[in-house]
């Protein structure tokens, strides 16, 4: 059954990356002239003008960066990307796509430190760290013999 199961969930992600718009409830406050799928508290609290609404809801990514957004009640995003400020909008499905990193891109040979793997081999001048073997069979007081002997100032 766990096949199926993750079938299913498959089956799912892939018609929601399929719908490109839907139709949601909003509230739009006429004080503001500002629309969302959430009530905003301020405009609540003071009283606006606040009106319940069904609006088409479409989802765009960037082409360049791949910056995902959402609009509610607009045919097209007005200005450029907040990312990298390009205007190369496409239309997209409501859940993000799914790119697997593939080994060669992520990992690479040692030798030359790469990107988020910088620092993490041990350098030359870091700290050694050295760990005596102690026998088994020498004496378990051996530690404490190896110790300085405090001097008795009395």
Not at 38 to 43: N, V
Not at 60 to 74: E, S, T
Not at 77 to 104: F, I, N, S, Y
Request: proline share 3%.
């Amino acid at each position: 059954h766990l096949d199926t199961a993750a079938q299913k969930k498959d089956s799912l992600a892939e018609k929601a990356q399929l719908v490109t718009s839907m139709n949601v409830r909003a509230f739009r406050c006429h004080t503001c002239d500002y629309t969302s799928e959430k009530r905003r508290e301020q405009c609540f609290t003071e009283g606006h003008n606040i009106q319940s609404v069904q609006v088409k809801k479409r989802w765009f990514k960037c082409g360049n960066c791949r910056n995902r957004i959402k609009l509610l009640n607009k045919r097209l995003p007005d200005g450029a990307c907040d990312k990298c400020h390009l205007t190369q909008w496409k239309e997209t499905g409501m859940r993000a796509d799914v790119v697997a990193v593939k080994p060669a891109d992520e990992f690479q040979p040692r030798g030359i430190e790469h990107g988020k793997f910088l620092g993490s081999a041990p350098s030359s001048n870091s700290a050694a760290v050295t760990i005596e073997r102690v026998d088994a069979k020498c004496n378990v007081n051996a530690w404490a013999e190896s110790l300085p002997i405090a001097e008795d100032h009395s």
